[in-house]
């Protein structure tokens, strides 16, 4: 029989898929249990807007046409309420196809692209599926050692730098002034691209502004936003790029078309008009985050100051034994093994009985291990 990894592009079968959260139905299949907490996948625990939901409700009539393949609706409120252009703004399935759409459209095989220890995985596997070189620079306190990326950058000429800001799975952050110095640091050559994925949840924060601000004087800018986190959509994944408008005329050779759904486009439009949910969202990650952080602390345990909606902890010993003695307990949370943080468990924040339920199975899983 034929190997076909010898047939894949170069990189691909060195790749390891994605792995998402475990689905609660999945669980409750498996270990027949009637009740499942999900806090593995930075999900927003209060949901959509009710108008998000009455809008994609309404396009669901027109399902047998085709959606605006350019998203000229979604784009031109997005542009009246950032303060770009039109033109800036590339639509994306979800963030995570926008992130792709940069590596393929700007890195060819061998040529290199910088992020750091602890970032997010789409980074690398955008990356090798190319054929391009993987370069992760050694993190500082969990977070991007943004002087160090700079050299990497400039040491391995890059043609695209990651940065994520807050970070994912460690919710570390980096301030406009470090962001600042990070960019003038940065060849004009190399593209810079901003995951703000959690911007909603650290908009406000003292320190912190969005690379937006920066985009005008840095045409090698990218900002990268999501509907999934704050705004409750994750199940129609609408994400977003803003962009130099040469940039985005780029990633839209590569872009396909109709990326972005009927329903998922109507959502997006009528979550942006509904800031009283928006604000509640991130209301209920406040609280969760500082139950969480209470709760963690009554149990003796490290973790990793946040800025998102979710919280790494060390267990202070292999987390994967902990991780499947919670499942069992009908609560699901994330393992960061893969991260290279083997000690590590990231839970999302969820309402507050769901965080309780959490921290008391938490609790049940170290006493019965004798911690």
Known sequence: ??????????????????????????????????????????????????????AARAALDEVHRYPDGGGHRLRAVLAERLGVEMESITLGNGSNDVLELVVRAFVAPGEAVVFSQYAFAVYPLATQAVGGRA????ARAWGHDLPAMAEAARVHDAKVVFVANPNNPTGTWVTDAALADFLAQIPETTLVVVDEAYHEYLDGRAGYVSALARLAAHPNLVVTRTFSKAYGLAGLRVG??????????????????????????AAARAALDDEAHLARARQVNEQGRAQLEAGLRDLGLDFIPSAGNFISMDLGRPAAPVYDALLRRGVIVRPVGAYGMPRH??????????NQRFLDALSAVLERSGA
């Open 345 to 354: 468990l990231r839970v999302s924040v969820g309402q507050e009985e769901e």
């Open 135 to 138: 370069v992760a620079v050694p």
């Open 240 to 265: 977003y790029a803003l962009s130099h408008p040469q940039v985005a005329e780029i990633l839209n050779r590569v872009r396909q078309p109709f990326n972005v759904n009927l329903p998922a486009q």
């Open 1 to 54: 029989m034929v190997d076909f990894c010898d047939r894949a592009a170069p990189g691909v079968c060195g790749l390891f898929p994605y792995q998402p959260g475990k689905p609660e139905d999945e669980l409750q299949r498996e270990l027949g249990l009637t009740s499942v907490v999900k806090l593995a996948s930075n999900e927003c625990p209060i949901g959509p807007s009710p108008k998000a939901v009455a």
